[in-house]
């Protein structure tokens, strides 16, 4: 990585072919420009080490080291198959991008999903050389038996998750009560007032806070959201959870959707059409996604900021290790909502 003295406004406009002045914009965050041609910029000066005056004043404040001497490693933890996970791809890029910064690296280690004869968690710790680490994260979706064993660790830990109560850790998770309120809203101006919502509300915390905050939502606009009329567990036996779905759109007299877990969609899809009916012309529908599907593209959803968590959690893992007296802290990232095309007006 270049020495931050020899990364000036010039050197980023002559590597990407633009003028200083439309690089100064980009990292000023002004308008006058494409989302294609600002993140070009910012992926750049991420990449030659350059940074404004107002981000090493951040960095001064908060005592973290512009250039560090000791080059640190991290380890991102997972459970079974969600190394394979999307989800935790989009974290680990973040991850990666914000602690190359400081010539920092994180690798993922995998805790079994049952541990050998007379082994223990503590035993495996040590075989995989845990505690020589520099800190851990712990993504969204682990077991919640192997979250407790690494809440307890020595080490430095931002948990990627809604806290358990009173938890001793940092942590920093995409704000999704907020993504479901915002498409409640968008439904509801749009003339839905009857809505299915279908999501497991139980094994995991985010889950359940996002059916709450679809309750909460409707409410707040004078409807009920009784969970017997929903779909509220997971995909077990495919096709009675399809002839569910398609007996709550019925009995319901649902004119619209909110699917609460990302990997339903397809199914919901087969529902609605073993049912004769389409998607948005029968019924609106608004989806929690990781990302922009590519088939897709055009779909109705919340922006949920998973890499920039992934960002937001190295800072504050370097804020930690700076800090590692002061209180812990708990940051959710809002993201926007992208309209798309699979919600309709509701026609009166």
């Not at 690089?23 to 993140?39: D, I, N």
């Not at 409707?218 to 009329?229: H, I, V």
Request: hydrophobic share 40%; net charge neutral; charged share 25%.
């Amino acid at each position: 990585m270049p020495r931050r003295k020899s990364v000036t406004l010039q050197t980023l406009a002559s590597e990407l072919g633009l003028s200083i002045h439309t690089v100064s914009k980009a990292l000023r965050g002004m308008p006058g420009m494409s989302e294609e041609t600002r993140h070009e910029v910012l992926s750049a000066a991420r990449r030659l080490g350059y940074r404004t005056k107002d981000q090493e004043h951040s960095l001064a404040v908060e005592h973290i080291p512009l250039f560090p001497n000791r080059k640190r490693r991290f380890k991102l933890m997972f459970t079974g198959n969600s190394v394979y996970s999307r989800l935790n791809q989009i974290l680990l890029e973040g991850l990666q991008d914000k602690l190359a910064e400081y010539g920092h690296t994180i690798d993922m280690l995998m805790i079994p999903s049952s541990f050998d004869k007379g082994e223990s968690f503590d035993n495996w710790a040590d075989q995989n050389s845990l505690m020589y680490s520099d800190g851990i994260f712990i993504p969204p979706m682990t077991d919640p038996i192997k979250e407790e064993l690494l809440l307890k660790l020595p080490l430095p830990r931002i948990l990627f998750n809604f806290p358990p109560p009173a938890a001793e850790v940092d942590s920093v998770i995409w704000d999704v009560g907020t993504a479901v309120r915002l498409s409640v809203r968008h439904l509801i101006a749009n003339g839905h007032r009857s809505i299915l919502y279908i999501g497991n509300i139980h094994n995991q915390r985010g889950f359940r806070l996002r059916w709450q905050s679809f309750v909460d939502s409707m409410q707040e606009a004078g409807l009920d959201a009784n969970p017997e009329l929903h779909i509220t567990k997971a995909i077990s036996e495919k096709e009675a959870w399809v002839a569910s779905v398609q007996d709550c759109l019925v009995s319901l007299r649902a004119t619209a959707i909110l699917n609460g877990v990302h990997n339903n969609l397809a199914w919901i899809y087969h529902a609605c059409s073993t049912l004769g009916k389409r998607i948005p012309e029968d019924y609106s529908l608004i989806s929690l996604q990781h990302e922009r599907d590519e088939f897709l593209p055009q779909l109705s959803r919340p922006s949920l900021a998973i890499r920039e968590t992934g960002v937001r959690g190295a800072e504050r893992m370097l804020w930690r290790l700076a800090n590692p007296n002061l209180p812990y802290e708990h940051i959710m990232l809002q993201g926007t909502f992208f309209e798309g095309d699979t919600v309709k007006p509701l026609k009166a």
